[in-house]
């Protein structure tokens, strides 16, 4: 049986170089890391006057509005991960060429070079924090690009009409397991008042897919002389640019408010079940909120939880996205309040189609078109 493996493909504006990737999802399994295995496609004459080819994977963080670069400030960094010379050769091929790169070896012709690219360990997942209406340029967040160029250093300035730069993804899916069932109880007592006011909040599961209903399940016991007038249940994105001292942001996603049961009335019991449900649809017009890293073409939704084997190994690079659930009890303006919080994983799950047999004319190629219009006037 025949099954098409798509193979992307982006060619520099002058036509001269074509980069080849079977996938630009790149899975962090905690463990490691998948790495970038492809085929760069040179013009023979191109290279036939001792041009030099550099491949590298380069991550960027932006973290402030392209905007706002006026006066020589940039509110850019870029990590360049990997920076080696692909042709000529250098050095001999350490790796075992992968079945995609054969195949395309001998579809592509002498002039392919194969190439394999190694994340960090502690390289950060993509992340796009969404921009507001008014904002122009590319918007804040990291992003990987595989970049190939002809120069005659590695640091030589790169000319755009002979330079590839195909976007990439880092990211991360969900675990296969369910982890412990979130659950929690929290009490106050008041002050010149006997008894106090109980809490006890519980979700369904841990672990959530992108579009999946969260029940929250809450339990209020009233021992206080104090009334409960109303409840409200809401999720919180919680965002921590991990460069800044105080990058620590949250941004409601979802919110439901009832009255329905209350009130409360000292000496009684409350028993309810609230739904959420985090979605990028509800939010679209809200700066700031975390995304997944972005592709031109696809989809956009929220940014996926960012799992991490230990604080310590937190990249001063990245940005790590949380989620959490909380529910807060209204007592009046002489209450108060009293809330309890639950954190929870939003992930997306792995595709089961992921990987397919490569026969011997299986690949299909679908061709990355050029950033912008400024990319194709430089032809011209």
């Not at 972005?294 to 989620?323: C, H, M, W």
Request: charged share 25%; proline share 5%.
């Amino acid at each position: 049986m025949v099954v098409n493996f798509k193979v992307f493909k982006k060619c520099s504006p002058n036509s001269k170089i074509a980069v080849y990737l079977g996938k630009r999802d790149f899975i962090d399994y905690l463990s490691g890391i998948e790495p970038v295995d492809g085929v760069v496609l040179l013009d023979p004459e191109y290279v036939a006057t001792q041009r030099k080819i550099w491949i590298q994977l380069v991550c960027t963080f932006r973290y402030g509005r392209e905007q706002d670069e006026v006066m020589g400030l940039n509110f850019q960094k870029e990590l360049y991960l990997v920076s080696e010379q692909l042709y000529p050769n250098v050095k001999k091929m350490e790796h075992n060429l992968t079945k995609l790169q054969e195949r395309l070896l001998k579809k592509l012709g002498p002039n392919a070079v194969p190439f394999t690219l190694e994340f960090v360990q502690t390289a950060p997942s993509s992340v796009t924090l969404q921009p507001g209406e008014d904002e122009i340029g590319e918007p804040c967040g990291v992003s990987y690009i595989v970049k190939v160029y002809a120069g005659e250093t590695e640091n030589d300035v790169t000319h755009k009409r002979s330079t590839v730069n195909m976007g990439i993804r880092k990211v991360q899916y969900a675990p296969t397991k369910q982890g412990r069932q979130p659950c929690t109880v929290v009490r106050k007592d008041f002050l010149l008042s006997p008894g106090e006011l109980e809490l006890e909040v519980t979700l369904d599961k841990q672990l959530y897919h992108h579009g999946e209903r969260i029940a929250v399940s809450i339990c209020v016991r009233n021992n206080s002389n104090k009334i409960v007038k109303k409840m409200k249940a809401l999720v919180q994105q919680g965002i921590d640019v991990v460069v800044f001292q105080n990058g620590q942001f949250r941004a409601v996603i979802d919110s439901v408010e009832t009255q329905d049961g209350c009130p409360i009335n000292p000496g009684s019991n409350l028993q309810k079940v609230l739904y959420l449900k985090p979605q990028l649809e509800n939010n679209k017009e809200r700066r700031g909120i975390a995304l997944d890293g972005q592709l031109k073409g696809d989809n956009s939704e929220l940014a996926s939880s960012t799992l991490i084997t230990s604080p310590d190994v937190r990249d001063n690079f990245g940005i790590v996205v949380s989620y959490a659930v909380k529910v807060k009890l209204y007592l009046g303006a002489l209450g108060g309040e009293l809330s309890a919080e639950l954190p929870f994983i939003l992930m997306r799950p792995k595709p089961s189609d992921r990987f397919k047999l490569i026969t011997e004319d299986s690949v299909a190629i679908e061709d990355i078109p050029l950033m912008n219009e400024k990319e194709k006037q430089i032809i011209s």
